[in-house]
């Protein structure tokens, strides 16, 4: 399997665009997260899904952000109008609740708004 | 208040120390810990899960105190390899994951 991926690995916006983060989950594996990373926050939990269902938004930041997915192999995040405050590292990470429940993390989406 | 809190470090430490990181979590419910290892510009990745009656894997070693609520992680005959830095991560019932802020290690030869 190659892992959980996610595009694009680099972004680099202007403010007030739209921005569409991809992830594709590992096959087979029942829940997918959004994280997002900076220094001074750490990884923050965004949004959860529990097959195909989100479960908990509550660390959406708000209104501005958004994210679906759609079937089992496949999610979005997007950041409409986007911030220079929005800049950051966004960690997709998928799980199997049958197993061990280790959370495996795509490489990355580095954000940057300017 | 942060649901898992971590001493961000640097913790700096000749090869061959042993060194301990310790991680406070606030919510009675979790149920599940984990430590996980992220290296400069990586993706976190599972180093090893955190039991009630401990657990060693080769030269890491984690414990779960739930009547504190805190979880170590014991580093021994520490390897420049090993600098990264360390998450502690809760999970409740509903599988969510919470990480700490993390604790950074640096192994100097």
């Known amino acids: 399997d190659a892992g959980v991926i996610q595009s694009p690995r680099h972004e680099v916006t202007e403010m007030g665009q739209e921005v569409t983060l991809r992830c594709k989950p590992i096959s087979g594996h029942d829940y997918l997260f959004w994280y997002r990373q900076t220094m001074m926050r750490g990884l923050e939990l965004l949004i959860y899904?529990?097959?195909?269902?989100?479960?908990?938004d509550s660390g959406m930041p708000e209104d501005r952000f958004s994210a679906k997915m759609p079937n089992a192999s496949f999610s979005t995040l997007k950041i409409q109008p986007s911030e220079p405050r929005d800049s950051a590292v966004y960690f997709c990470?998928?799980?199997?609740?049958?197993?061990?429940?280790?959370?495996?993390f795509g490489q990355g989406t580095r954000l940057t708004v300017v | 208040r942060k649901e898992v809190e971590q001493d961000p470090g640097p913790f700096n430490v000749p090869e061959g120390a042993t060194v301990a990181f310790n991680c406070t979590y606030s919510?009675?419910?979790?149920?599940?810990f984990f430590w996980y290892r992220q290296d400069c510009r990586k993706e976190p990745k599972l180093l090893m899960s955190?039991?009630?009656s401990g657990n060693e894997d080769g030269r890491f070693t984690a414990q779960l105190n739930r009547a504190s609520q805190y979880i170590s992680l014991l580093i021994r005959d520490s390897k420049l390899s090993d600098s990264a830095t360390y998450l502690c991560?809760?999970?409740?019932?509903?599988?969510?994951?919470?990480f700490g802020s993390g604790t950074r290690l640096l192994v100097r030869p």
């Open positions: 991560v809760g999970q409740g019932s509903s599988y969510k994951l919470i």
């Open positions: 990470a998928s799980s199997y609740t049958g197993g061990n429940t280790e959370a495996f």
């Open positions: 919510n009675s419910a979790s149920q599940s």
């Open positions: 899904f529990n097959n195909n269902v989100p479960i908990d």
């Open positions: 955190v039991y009630s």
